[in-house]
């Protein structure tokens, strides 16, 4: 096939793209900043994520995908292409582009996955679920007969998927992420505390102090922050259980809808769950104790993937090496096509 064939996995908090015979090219925020009067993107990336709650009235922060669907198509478009163009620079074909989309994703949500690609600048799209390319990304071969059950918890949403012989058998997308637990800090030192802070020192939080379970030893962090009271500078402390504490009802939501796909899941592919263990990827797979949670929940063996922050990718990277493991239904099509 004429063109570069790259793989891109277009999350809610990041995207990261891969190359055929180059590897893992591209790793950062899927953020744009807008200028708010002529519409223009100022900031893509990296850059956009550093202005994050630092800008003024006349600069939008947009993140155009949320819960893992394009929410904002011009804007996704206007990403997607800067990244393309990023890595293709001049070449003279336009690349062939695998990409994916959550497992609950509805006709017009994937349509608009290819709209978007396809207007970014790629030739070709080929979609395929989150959750297929995670469990080839985690080594399961499509041609398994057993069935696994694949978690990809991202910042927008966590994909739940049982995977057996290269197809999806039972799968629901849950519309909560590691952003909404970032939301979920927020509200909370606002309500409680009368402290305000961004987006970034909410995620900075999450990581060092948030947990799905109780930890055992309490830690304290210093952090920086606006006073809701006279709005001058504030520094303050927070503790590990009350980030434990305000996260608590949306983590216990997400368990919830991982324990409805095995509810709605067959005996037999039970079984082998229950044999394989449940494999969790993504970056909110990370949070302190999460694997320790669901398997308590479960009762089931839950273990987080090698390489949970790339999983995915590695998986749509093995695709563009080898196009043969693209099964029926998984073709490349053209806007064209869609007509």
Avoid: W
């Avoid at 096939?1 to 925020?29: C, H, R, Y």
């Avoid at 409680?192 to 999450?206: N, Q, S, V, W, Y």
């Amino acid at each position: 096939m004429v063109g570069l064939n790259i793989g891109i996995d277009f999350g809610s908090s990041s995207t990261v793209i891969a190359a055929q015979g180059k590897g893992i090219v591209l790793d950062e925020p899927t953020v744009i900043a807008v200028d708010r009067e002529s519409g223009y993107p100022v900031a893509f990336g990296n850059n956009a994520y550093t202005v994050l709650g630092r800008t003024d009235d006349t600069i939008d922060v947009v993140r155009p995908v949320v819960n893992g669907v394009v929410s904002n198509y011009t804007m996704a478009e206007k990403l997607l292409r800067f990244y393309i163009q990023k890595i293709c620079g001049n070449m003279i074909f336009k690349p062939n582009v695998i990409i994916t989309v959550p497992s609950a994703a509805t006709k017009l949500d994937r349509r608009t996955f290819i709209d978007v690609v396809t207007s970014a600048g790629a030739g070709k799209v080929c979609l395929i679920e989150e959750s297929l390319a995670s469990a080839m990304g985690a080594g399961i071969s499509e041609k398994s007969l057993s069935g696994r059950m694949l978690i990809n918890m991202g910042g927008g949403s966590v994909d739940v998927s049982v995977v057996t012989m290269g197809c999806i058998s039972v799968s629901d997308t849950i519309k909560i992420g590691g952003l909404n637990l970032d939301e979920e800090i927020t509200e909370y030192l606002k309500r409680k505390h009368d402290i305000l802070i961004g987006p970034l020192t909410a995620e900075r939080l999450k990581i060092c102090l948030g947990s799905a379970v109780m930890r055992g030893e309490e830690i304290a962090l210093v952090a920086s922050g606006k006073s809701g009271l006279d709005d001058m500078p504030i520094t303050f402390e927070v503790s590990t259980t009350e980030i434990y504490e305000c996260i608590n009802e949306k983590v216990n939501a997400m368990v919830e809808g991982i324990c409805s796909v095995l509810e709605k899941t067959p005996p037999e592919l039970i079984g082998d769950i229950s044999d394989n263990g449940i494999v969790l990827t993504g970056g909110t797979s990370l949070l302190f104790g999460m694997d320790r949670l669901i398997k308590s929940v479960t009762g089931i063996d839950t273990k987080i993937a090698d390489d949970p922050l790339y999983n995915t990718v590695n998986g749509i990277l093995d695709i563009t090496k080898n196009l043969g493991l693209l099964r029926e239904g998984y073709d490349y099509q053209t806007i064209h096509q869609l007509n």
